[in-house]
């Protein structure tokens, strides 16, 4: 079986570097949320982070360092391979609505109630080709693009607060409180689907192995990604 190039090792070193600042900015951060209305792991989760890291304003740096940590990694990336930030950045936001909208209203009917609802509606179950990313996969990618935008400019104004903010535009901070929050709890909803699918699913399987070695088997690419497979010319050895 042929395979196919579908992703560089920069992609991949920057999918897993992602993945790691996530998850600890995610533990740093809740541990910052000392709300036991706001804080979703509950009362004791803010006091337990904090004495491991020797206080909250300790945490709250260590917060902050990581957070500069996650954006230099993202910044070297688009320094290293800009052509494959350009090609991703393209590929998610290029939506067909007739296509993709159809995609995703197929899929989502199939994961959940079959395809009989969707027969009775006059629709045939199966899904409309795809390109190098599926419709699912281009709404999570959105999601975390804008999110982690988002996040960081928050992330910058809140870091900043009592620095150079003056008192006058303090509504500036409250609502990257809000802001900051709402972002992240949105692509972390998106993340659940997207580890389900991506890690868990044993349909995506050679897509999650692709995401160590680079190589997806040609009949997986075909199934999955038909529109990306057709589109790649001979000589390019897969990939984009
Ligand atoms: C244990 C955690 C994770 C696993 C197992 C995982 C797995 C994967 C896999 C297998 C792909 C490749 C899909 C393909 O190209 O065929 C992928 C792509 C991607 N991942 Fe992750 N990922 C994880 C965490 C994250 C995190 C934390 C983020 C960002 C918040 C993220 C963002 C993305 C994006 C934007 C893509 C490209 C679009 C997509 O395929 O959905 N991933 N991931």
Redesign the pocket.
Known sequence: MRRIK??DRSDILI??F??AC??ALLVTGVGLVANPQLNPAGDAYPGAVRSLFGGGPALLAVHIGLGIVWMAGIVLYVAVNFRGAVF?LKE?FSVSPARDVMWMVKKMALMTVGAKPLVKAGLTPDLPDQG??NM???A??QA??L??VVIVATGVVMSLSDMVIPASMVWMVGWSVTLHYLAVGL?FA??LV??Y???ISRD?RP??V??FTGH?PEDYARH??KLWLDGLTGDSGGHK
């Open positions: 579908r992703h999918h897993w992602n993945a996530w998850l991703f998610i190098y990313y699912g996969q281009k999570f990618a975390s693009v999110g982690g692509v998106g993340l997207h580890v699918m991506a890690a995506e897509g999650f692709s995401m997806v999955h990604h």
